[in-house]
């Protein structure tokens, strides 16, 4: 079966998501990851300190973003970082139908150009999946594509009124990223009386090189690519629940 994980446009998103393989999957090979980072390194599972709900509503807005040139082992890389959320007017459960949905994420995201489950471990305080995943992004004369295989992991046991997910990762397969790690998360909140859903999605790349455009594109068009992203699940939610929960 064809495992699509719902990642926003490549650029600073890659790899990303990731979005999303669901602890309701199928059996897959029992595996462990190769690499690891800490959690607190790659997660951001609450609600922003600035959050205004009422201004957030259907208005996604950046909490940060920065690309930027590091140090690593002697040479420069670089760097793009963006943390991102936004208020809609659903319940909870249907934007994480969306999420944990294992197959049709090619209908929501065109920027993934192959997605596939390697192996799983839901046996663990963190159920994890190994994601082969390649993703493609292009604007104007600037095009790019990225295969990489991803770390996702759903912790169990998660509040009622909240959901999450982090990914990093494992392995670059074309040598184009040398990192990626970043989470999503939800939580049921309520504005005037309406139950909504507050969306966070934070991300941080490394690019082990720089092709000609990348920082430009970057820069240019990256926070407007993520923030469409988080209205295309919202959009995708609705439909779900128009149609009576179905796909």
Excluded at 146 to 173: A, C, R
């Amino acid at each position: 079966m064809k495992i699509n994980l719902f990642t926003p446009q490549p650029i600073i998103i890659t790899l990303t998501l990731i979005l999303l393989v669901t602890v309701h999957s199928p059996l897959f090979a029992k595996c462990t990851p190769e690499n690891s980072v800490k959690p607190e390194n790659a997660i951001r599972f609450s609600v922003h300190d600035s959050s205004e709900f009422e201004t957030l509503y259907e208005s996604p807005k950046t909490i940060s973003f920065q690309v930027f040139e590091k140090t690593v082992k002697g040479e420069s890389r670089l760097f793009a970082k963006g943390d991102y959320h936004a208020v809609y007017p659903i319940k909870m459960k249907y934007i994480q139908r969306i999420m944990e949905n294992i197959d049709g994420q090619e209908n929501f995201q065109k920027s993934i150009a192959e997605s596939k489950v390697i192996c799983s471990d839901t046996n663990t305080q963190s159920a994890y999946y190994k994601q082969k995943l390649k993703t493609q992004f292009g604007f104007l004369f600037f095009k790019a594509q990225y295969h990489n295989i991803i770390n996702l992991y759903v912790p169990k046991n998660q509040d009622k009124d909240t959901y999450g997910m982090w990914f990093t990762l494992e392995k670059s397969l074309d040598n184009k990223m040398m990192q990626s790690r970043g989470s999503w998360f939800l939580k049921e909140v309520e504005v005037n009386g309406k139950a909504c859903t507050y969306i966070r999605y934070f991300l941080y790349n490394g690019f082990e090189e720089e092709t000609f455009g990348l920082r430009g594109a970057l820069k240019n068009f990256s926070e407007g690519e993520v923030k469409k992203t988080l209205d295309n699940i919202y959009s995708a939610s609705n439909k779900l629940k128009k149609n009576g929960n179905r796909f």
